[in-house]
């Protein structure tokens, strides 16, 4: 499975994003797809993750009124859409994906896309 994240950009507070994560390769309908962040300074966290079928979602308490995860089956993508975004927002997002049981840990992601880089100003 490769996966390639993109929409990360320079926002201001308040305003909305859409990251994407397009995925390849083997058993997609297996996945468990995943958003992880990393501001600076700090360790990798759990933002948001939605099984292939979408029957299964979950959110991180900091983000869970603000985004939503979704996915496009026909284009083999996840989605991830951030509105009223802050400054504490700031961090590299990475998309992650695991082969079967819905599990947000992520030391259970086996699939890691590359960084993208989101920047809300104040």
């Known amino acids: 499975v490769q996966l390639q994240a993109s929409g990360g950009g320079l926002v201001q507070a308040g305003d909305s994003l859409r990251l994407s994560c397009a995925a390849s390769?083997?058993?997609?309908?297996?996945?468990?797809m995943g958003w992880f962040r990393q501001a600076p300074g700090k360790e990798r966290e759990f933002v948001a993750a939605?099984?292939?079928?979408?029957?299964?979602?979950d959110y991180a308490d900091s983000v869970k009124d603000r985004s939503t995860i979704s996915r496009d089956i026909g284009k083999n993508t996840a989605y991830l859409q951030m509105n009223s975004l802050k400054p504490e927002d700031t961090a590299v997002y990475y998309c992650a994906a695991r082969l079967g049981a819905f599990i947000t840990a992520q030391r259970m992601y086996r699939y890691w896309g590359q960084g993208t880089l989101v920047t809300v100003s104040s």
């Open positions: 390769g083997r058993f997609l309908s297996s996945l468990v």
């Open positions: 939605i099984s292939w079928s979408g029957g299964t979602i």
